[in-house]
Nanobody
Framework: QVQLVESGGGSVQAGGSRRLSCAAS????????MGWFRQAPGKEREGVAA????????YYADSVKGRFTISQDNAKNTLYLEMNSLEPEDTAMYYC????????????????????WGQGTQVTVSS
C-alpha cells in the first residue's frame, strides 16, 4: 500500500518561507520521479517541481524558479519543497505525487504521469 503524506502547510505572509515535506511509504521503485503540484480554487492542478530520484535531476515551473527548491532524503523516504519569497499567487493546496517508473522528462508537469498522490497540504500567502 503506497502512501504519501504531506505536511508543512500553513499561513505565511508574502515574502516569507515555508518547507513542505512528503513522507513516502510502501513502494521501492528505483527509477521513479516524485513531484509537487498545486491547485488553487477554480484552477487546474499544475506542476510546481519534480525530481528524478535516480540522479537528483530537478525540474521547475517558470513561476517558481529561483524561489522554490525540491529535494529528497533517501534515508527518510521523504520529499521536500523549500519555498522562499512566497507570493499571494502561491496560495494553493499542494500535493505530493510519485510515479512507478520512468516518465518523459519534458512532461514532468503532466498529472497523468504520476500514479500516486497525497491528500494535500494547504499553503496560504497573505499580502
Amino acid at each position: 500500500q503506497v502512501q504519501l503524506v504531506e505536511s508543512g502547510g500553513g499561513s505565511v505572509q508574502a515574502g516569507g518561507s515555508r518547507r513542505l515535506s512528503c513522507a513516502a511509504s510502501g513502494y521501492t521503485y528505483s527509477n521513479r520521479y516524485m513531484g509537487w503540484f498545486r491547485q488553487a480554487p477554480g484552477k487546474e492542478r499544475e506542476g510546481v517541481a519534480a525530481i528524478y530520484l535516480g540522479s537528483d535531476s530537478t525540474y521547475y515551473a517558470d513561476s517558481v524558479k529561483g524561489r522554490f527548491t525540491i529535494s529528497q532524503d533517501n534515508a527518510k523516504n521523504t520529499l521536500y519543497l523549500e519555498m522562499n519569497s512566497l507570493e499571494p499567487e502561491d496560495t494553493a493546496m499542494y500535493y505530493c505525487a510519485a510515479s512507478v517508473g520512468w516518465i518523459i522528462p519534458e512532461y514532468w508537469a503532466s498529472t497523468y504521469q504520476y500514479n500516486y498522490w497525497g491528500q494535500g497540504t494547504q499553503v496560504t500567502v497573505s499580502s
